[in-house]
């Protein structure tokens, strides 16, 4: 079943939006490490992350970024309350892993195929630039 894609952002594909489901039904990190990390092991091995895997991931860093203080407009209010209700995460780990993971899906995944070919490759590329700032601070 291929992804359903309705924009360019973070969270405007089916996969990130079902991530955004099992979110709220905890209060760690795991949730978002697992997605993160997920994209991490396809690169040590080798392969391209696919496209529901690369989405979950960018849910992920975008859960990361809000965490530190740095979220999106276009944040979900339920991930905007899921940070809010979860303020004391450690992020040592979770965001250098986030950028990480990111530079991955940025140089050859799936999703980034998906929006190659079509107009939104742009604003695609630019709000995963935008996400990798907020997550280093900027």
């Not at 990190?29 to 040590?44: F, S, Y």
């Not at 391209?48 to 979220?71: F, G, N, Y």
């Not at 250098?96 to 991955?104: D, E, F, I, N, S």
């Amino acid at each position: 079943r291929s992804l359903r894609i309705w924009g360019a952002g973070s969270f405007d594909n089916d996969a990130a939006m079902t991530w955004v489901e099992g979110l709220e039904d905890t209060d760690d990190l795991g949730h978002v490490e697992e997605a993160l990390d997920e994209v991490l092991r396809m690169e040590d091995v080798g392969d391209i992350p696919p496209s529901a895997s690369s989405a979950r991931a960018i849910a992920a860093a975008e859960t990361v970024a809000a965490l530190s203080l740095k979220p999106a407009e276009s944040l979900p209010e339920e991930v905007r309350q899921w940070c809010f209700d979860n303020t004391n995460h450690d992020l040592a780990e979770a965001q250098p892993k986030a950028l990480q993971a990111l530079g991955v899906i940025l140089q050859e995944s799936a999703l980034r195929d998906a929006f190659e070919d079509t107009s939104a490759a742009e604003d695609w590329e630019t709000e995963i630039e935008a996400l990798c700032d907020r997550l280093r601070g900027a």
